[in-house]
């Protein structure tokens, strides 16, 4: 606690620091607020219809990453996702477009060429999912609108406000990371998430101690102590996909000879970070689309099953995805031929592997084999809120057993931890923690 109290003192010493902390903590303040005021129009005491549709299954994921905007028909409904799904397309089109490729190459001009094209999709995505979002809150709280107003003249005033509202997150966003502490879109994200933990733990705890077959306090301790041993595995997970130079890379399998001195090739344990899991769960949404504008009863069998995140079926397909595209996400981002090119350039080598293509066959060999492990790992983890689920845990406080949720909390704390570490030590003072330095995952999220 003296040691706690004394980093305390230490961070509001620092000048700068100390107002990038604050700053911060304004803008988180000002999207909290923002995610409940309801659109223009909508009664917000006739919204009970959306809130219970969100209460459970695919829809309680959204709610939690916008959150909660989503459930109180807020101007922020919408949330940070648009932009995460417009980036991640331009990611893959990185990859299968030599123009894009280009602008990567072009330094911070190719940066920002990216970047806007990156924000003119995320329009494009927010024209397409609004008018979604509001034809679902049609069905569920059609009352809510405002006697004399119809429902297609609010529509297009609606679209407009929801994508402002989506793209003003946005630019929090992007004011955090710059004046802030942290990546403001991931700490945004994070905020969402964990806006929803206070209540979802006071209802595990009253569902533990009043139900009759509750458990009582052993059931709670059991699943105090999962829930730990979840958290920490994903530290381990998030703390070893972080990017380092090749040269200091230490996670990694194999070595070459330069100069004497040992170097590591960049294979790593979980190369692909949670990238699997959000493209997975991309896919695992498109049932939700397809019942958007119809009632869920008249899906088919398959469509209702695959809208129960907790149903053996949803989960087996979730894990089976995740393990496929970990695969290919790694294989698109690291590229053996280009590996072994580099090493034969700067005289090195594998000892026993002739270079050059040989050498290119081992690695992609050596890839696929740490690759495995660490996409059942992943899928293990994303897992986790179902098999949390089996112990009765309520459906709230399960997400936060596992899946992107957790990944996301664990990577953003670390980071943000990591940057202000950064602060006190470069100012001689000691750092959070005594046995070592803070690792986060050493990008930018998404």
Known sequence: MKKLIETLKNIWKIEDLRQRILITLLFVAIYRFGSFVVLPGINPAMLSQLQSQTAGGLMSLLDMFSGGAF????????????????????????????????????????????????????VAILLFQAPGYLMNLKMQAGAALATGISWSVFMVPAVIILSAGSMFILWLGERITDKGIGNGI?????????????????????????????????????????????????????QGVRKVPVQYAKRLVGNKQVGGARQYIPLKLFAANVMPIIFAQALMFIPLTIVQYSAPENASWFVRTMLDHHSWTYNIIFAILIIAFTYFYTAITLNPTQMAEDMKRNNGFIPGVKPGKETAEYIDTVMSRITLPGSL???????????????????AFSQFFGGTSLLILVGVVLDTLAQIESHLLMRHYDGLLSSGRIHGRGMAAY
């Open 71 to 122: 459930s109180n028909a807020s101007i922020f409904a919408l949330g940070i996702m648009p932009y995460i799904s417009a980036s991640i397309v331009m990611q893959l089109l990185a990859v299968a477009v030599p123009y894009v490729q280009k602008m990567q190459r072009e330094g911070e001009s190719g940066r920002k060429k990216i970047s806007m094209y990156t924000r003119w999709l995320t």
């Open 186 to 238: 991931s700490l945004i994200i994070m905020i969402g998430i964990i806006a929803r933990l206070p209540q979802a733990f006071i209802q595990e705890v009253s569902s533990r101690f009043t139900a009759i077959t509750g458990g009582g306090l052993v059931m709670f301790l059991v699943e105090i102590i999962i829930l730990y041993a979840v958290v920490c595995a994903a530290i381990v997970l998030v």
């Open 377 to 395: 790992f992943i899928a293990f983890i994303a897992v986790m809120p179902a098999l949390a689920s089996l112990l009765n845990v309520q459906d």
